[in-house]
């Protein structure tokens, strides 16, 4: 833990992904998934997420209780001959939804872990905090229940059996670890060697080269990290790549087995040139503990592509969420629609001068076509267009009705002057003297109904923004004369759960008493803080950051 535990920045990414790899207990997680496995999320062991979920189970505990209360009235809603072992499970977990209770059935919420596919079936591995613990609680649930769960023998593993006709599931405690996984039935024993481990893969993920690459790449050899490989599924759909992989899609749909043998050489080729548009997806955590959690989402490009996407990005004012900072609610988005509509166009005009020759393909072939009949119906102003941004800063109501409003909307737009001539035909800005200098304008007091100290400006080639509030024309002066961002983002989001809570607050004031259930809802809004999301376009593709903010 004490290699986790240090900065990134102590070490070269490429010697912190190999020491999180070499980890001796992680090793005996990814020792049993498969280095081709289509996917999978890896838990790396983080001492600050037992501070995250202590705070977590603390905003839940007034509707677990809540629950508690009415349990009754949920156990008479089971069908009969499930209900005595609900009932036994539900005794069992009473009191135990905590980090500590947890612990006391042998579980740990800082558990290395390893979700999995075992072909394209998923398959879970989880360190275990006591073994011989869980074991007892799975006893002692049988034993109130009065049932034992059936059980089979691979050799001399012996695994929960769940039947089914066509896929069948295991679990098992194996040393210290719990795992759990799915087979289709006909390769169920083929399945749970690997899955139990008594039968290791060829070629693991604790030794592939490409895994640690990925976490040197993005950064994540920290906390968590998690991929899904489109190639890898492209490959079992073409009945190629990794054996298990095709031979699990086999047994899962015969029908699309019977039809491999028809796929083509440049079928294959076409298919294959596709999905290295967008190759993988890449996710995991970076930080987590009391104060809340960071996580990246990206989808890698074909580095061309990616390219491309970069050259699209567009400043609009007041849209980075860097100068945001906490708003109860913000969003937009921002791209360069002349470059991007071309982009589409050109390639929309190259698969119709080239089309697919593959029969599976002949949709794209239809879809060129149509793309590039509606490019040519567009109307001329979207080709102008850059984005725009929505904020509210603050919000206070009195009643239902705003008494205090504090925000923005800044518009990205390049023919600012077809974006006055717009602006004019709205009833209330008729009278208006607009124009596009850059210079800053007040409006008079219900110009909008409901809302005052209203500011706008427009600045030629660029945009406009709206402001309302306190300050409102040094705001709109600001984002107007805001410098262009070298990395702008393509979307943001940002939303405050805490003092939505609060609004609803002052909303079913004017209502009268809030429900209970409710009133739980809105104080668990209010132990959550800021909630953001931003995407923007790199070099490996397209990354997008989420980050909680805890209370």
């Not at 399945?191 to 008594?198: D, I, K, P, R």
């Not at 491999?260 to 995991?284: S, Y």
């Not at 410098?483 to 405050?496: C, G, I, N, V």
């Amino acid at each position: 833990m004490t290699s986790l535990a240090l900065p990134a920045c102590t070490r070269s990414g490429s010697q912190a992904a190999a020491d999180v790899v070499a980890d001796p207990q992680l090793q005996q997680l990814l020792r049993h998934v498969p280095a081709d496995t289509p996917y999978a999320f890896i838990g790396m062991g983080s001492a600050g997420t037992r501070g995250f979920m202590d705070k977590m189970y603390g905003s839940l505990t007034p509707m677990l209780k809540l629950l508690d209360s009415k349990r009754a009235e949920l156990e008479r809603g089971i069908p009969a001959e499930h209900r005595k072992l609900v009932t036994a499970i539900l005794d069992e977990l009473q009191g135990k939804l905590s980090v500590d209770g947890l612990a006391a059935l042998g579980l740990d919420v800082e558990a290395r872990f390893a979700i999995y596919g075992l072909g394209l079936l998923p398959a879970m591995r989880v360190q275990l905090r006591d073994a011989k613990a869980l074991r007892a609680a799975i006893d002692r649930v049988q034993q109130s229940a009065g049932v034992s769960f059936p059980t089979r023998k691979l050799g001399e593993l012996e695994y929960w059996h769940i039947a089914g006709n066509y896929v069948s599931g295991a679990v098992a405690i194996v040393d210290d670890q719990l795992v759990l996984g799915v087979a289709p039935t006909s390769l169920a024993d083929r399945v749970f060697a690997l899955l139990l481990g008594s039968e290791l893969p060829a070629q693991s993920l604790g030794k592939s080269e490409r895994f640690q690459q990925l976490l040197v790449d993005h950064d994540l050899a920290r906390i968590s990290a998690g991929f899904i490989d489109a190639r890898t599924i492209a490959e079992a759909f073409l009945g190629e790549g990794d054996a298990l992989n095709k031979d699990v899609l086999a047994a899962l749909a015969p029908e699309l087995a019977a039809r491999w043998p028809q796929l083509g050489d440049v079928c294959k080729q076409e298919i294959r040139q596709l999905v290295a548009l967008a190759p993988r997806m890449v996710f995991g955590t970076d930080k987590i503990d009391a104060d809340g959690f960071s996580g990246k989402f990206v989808v890698e490009l074909r580095p061309d592509l990616a390219q491309e996407l970069m050259a699209m990005r567009a400043p609009v004012g007041g849209l980075d969420p860097a100068s945001i900072g906490e708003p109860i609610f913000a969003m937009g988005a921002a791209l360069d629609m002349d470059r991007a509509l071309s982009f589409v166009q050109n390639k929309a005009m190259a698969i119709q001068s080239a089309p697919y020759a593959c029969p599976q393909l002949a949709e794209l072939n239809t879809a060129a076509s149509d793309i590039s009949r509606e490019l040519k119906s567009t109307p001329p102003e979207l080709w102008k267009a850059r984005g725009g941004a929505l904020v509210l800063d603050d919000l206070k109501l009195a009643g239902f009705l705003p008494s205090e409003v504090r925000g923005y909307v800044s518009i990205g737009f390049t023919d600012t002057k077809a974006l006055l001539n717009a602006a004019r035909q709205i009833p209330p800005l008729q009278s208006l003297a607009l124009s596009d200098d850059g210079s800053v304008h007040s409006l008079p007091d219900g110009t909008i109904p409901f809302l005052n100290g209203l500011a706008y400006g427009v600045q030629a080639g660029r945009g406009g923004v709206l402001a309302i509030g306190k300050d409102s024309e040094a705001r709109v002066k600001a984002l107007l004369a805001e410098p262009a961002s070298s990395d702008p983002p393509l979307m943001m989001m940002a939303y405050d759960m805490h003092r939505f809570g609060e609004l609803m607050g002052q909303l079913s004031s004017a209502t009268g008493p809030m429900p209970s259930e409710m009133q739980m809802v809105m104080d668990f809004y209010k132990s959550v803080g800021v909630v953001t999301y931003d995407a923007h376009a790199s070099e490996r593709g397209v990354v997008m950051t989420t980050r909680m903010k805890l209370r």
